[in-house]
């Protein structure tokens, strides 16, 4: 997804929405990109795409340096109009596709005019917009030939007008169920896939930065490599201060240096696979801001200490 420059519209009218389509199924062909979902909302876009090729930033850099230039020309305008590199996930298609699907699909009924309204209204809406992918796939409008209908279709029924009842009621039975943003679930907002994904994907880039120097600059990259399971952070940390589970699972024990020291690190290496509020429920800290404020007194506490610093710091080798 990418954002137009401090929230500036990037799609002006319907032209500009034509000639985006217009370029992105140009762009695709050329660089073998399929693309499954898309939705165009006035200041950002979003695409669900799979590339044949290791290609996404070539492809990504032509289609908006493209239609950047367009859309200046049109209306005599210059400089950037999106807000600099555009973000992206990786989704494990199996588990996942079809929730990041509707989550796009469902983009256009989250504005604040349509707050208040009934799931009704939305609906209505929803199946009256033009700028996204759901109509073509549900079968309400012609489907365009670059459109991968077939990939988000395939798992919702046998024929293809049962996929597209199945699939319009999955979708819209989201706007009942008050679905959240899949892509907060995302280790490092990066990989969005079960955790044999995860750990899989962290496998790969660990293989391919011990070859290359092609991860030096990302820091993405470098998280999820880093990442620590937390239970995993819990064994580590009771064999260290050689201090059982229940112990430094224990609520209001003071002078537990093993849980300060689990605290700490599992805010600063897990966050990344699990929420904050994850984080706190396994470590037994009754919420988030809990967690926030042990954290600030275990990080005050390690800046004065210079032997318990130098213990955190093996910890980390440890984990590493």
Not at 53 to 82: C, D, I, P, W
Not at 86 to 97: N, T
Not at 272 to 282: N, W
């Amino acid at each position: 997804m990418n954002r137009g420059n401090q929230r500036q519209s990037v799609f002006a009218n319907s032209d500009d929405h034509e000639t985006f389509l217009n370029k992105l199924s140009s762009f695709s062909a050329i660089f073998h990109v399929q693309i499954r979902t898309y939705c165009l909302m006035p200041n950002h876009f979003h695409f669900y795409l799979c590339t044949k090729e290791a290609n996404l930033s070539k492809f990504m850099q032509s289609l908006l340096t493209s239609y950047t230039v367009t859309f200046n020309r049109r209306h005599r305008t210059s400089g950037h109009l999106f807000q600099g590199r555009f973000k992206a996930l990786l989704v494990e298609d199996e588990g996942y596709g079809s929730e990041v699907s509707r989550y796009i699909h469902l983009n256009p009924v989250q504005i604040q005019c349509l707050s208040d309204s009934e799931a009704e209204e939305k609906i209505k809406y929803l199946r009256s917009f033009k700028w996204s992918s759901y109509c073509a796939l549900i079968g309400l409008s012609k489907c365009q030939k670059w459109l991968d209908s077939d990939s988000v279709l395939k798992r919702w029924g046998k024929t293809r007008l049962q996929q597209q009842r199945n699939y319009s009621k999955y979708v819209e039975g989201g706007l009942l169920q008050g679905i959240t943003d899949p892509f907060e679930a995302a280790a490092v907002r990066s990989v969005l896939g079960s955790e044999s994904f995860v750990e899989r994907m962290r496998r790969g880039l660990v293989s391919v930065a011990a070859k290359t120097a092609i991860n030096r600059e990302n820091v993405q990259a470098h998280k999820l490599i880093g990442w620590v399971n937390l239970d995993d952070l819990i064994g580590i940390v009771s064999a260290f201060y050689q201090v059982d589970r229940d112990r430094l699972l224990q609520r209001h024990s003071r002078g537990n240096e093993g849980r300060q020291a689990l605290i700490y690190l599992g805010s600063k290496h897990c966050r990344g696979r699990y929420t904050l509020g994850e984080i706190a429920e396994k470590i037994n800290i009754g919420s988030v801001g809990g967690l926030g404020s042990c954290c600030n007194v275990i990080a005050k506490r390690i800046s004065r200490d210079k032997g318990l610093a130098k213990r955190i710091k093996q910890l980390e080798g440890l984990l590493s």
